[in-house]
C-alpha cells in the first residue's frame, strides 16, 4: 500500500547536475523522516542525505556543498539536487521514509546515476 517511486536518474557527465525525485503515496508523509540513500556496486549502502520531519538536514561529508535534499510535504515529495557530480557519484539511489520511534522503514525502488565522460 505504502509506494516510493523515485525518479531522475541518468547518464551525466562529470561536473554535470541532475535533480532526483520521490513520490510517495498511503503514507502520512509529514510525520516521516526522508532520506536519500546510494549503492555502487561491491560496496555497501550508504546514508547521502536526510530531511526529518522537523525540517532539520544532514549530508554524508563526501556531498556536503554538492548535494541538497527538500521535502514538499503538500506533495508528497521528496527531491535530491545534485551538482558538481563525479564519477565516484555513480551509484543506485534510493529513497527512504523512516520513523524510528516505532521502527518503520519504507524504500524505494532504485534509480540509476551514472557519473562519466
Known amino acids: 500500500q505504502v509506494q516510493l517511486v523515485e525518479s531522475g536518474g541518468g547518464l551525466v557527465q562529470p561536473g554535470g547536475s541532475l535533480r532526483l525525485s520521490c513520490a510517495a503515496s498511503g503514507i502520512s508523509f509529514s510525520i516521516y523522516d526522508m532520506g536519500w540513500y546510494r549503492q555502487a556496486p561491491g560496496k555497501q549502502r550508504e546514508l547521502v542525505a536526510r530531511?526529518?520531519?522537523?525540517?532539520?538536514?544532514s549530508y554524508a561529508d563526501s556531498v556536503k556543498g554538492r548535494f541538497t535534499i527538500s521535502r514538499d510535504n503538500a506533495n508528497n515529495m521528496v527531491y535530491l539536487q545534485m551538482s558538481n557530480l563525479k564519477p565516484e557519484d555513480t551509484a543506485v539511489y534510493y529513497c527512504?521514509?523512516?520513523?524510528?520511534?516505532?521502527?518503520?522503514?519504507?524504500w524505494g525502488q532504485g534509480t540509476q546515476v551514472t557519473v562519466s565522460s
Open positions: 527512504n521514509l523512516a520513523r524510528r520511534a516505532i521502527g518503520v522503514d519504507y
Open positions: 530531511k526529518t520531519s522537523a525540517g532539520g538536514t
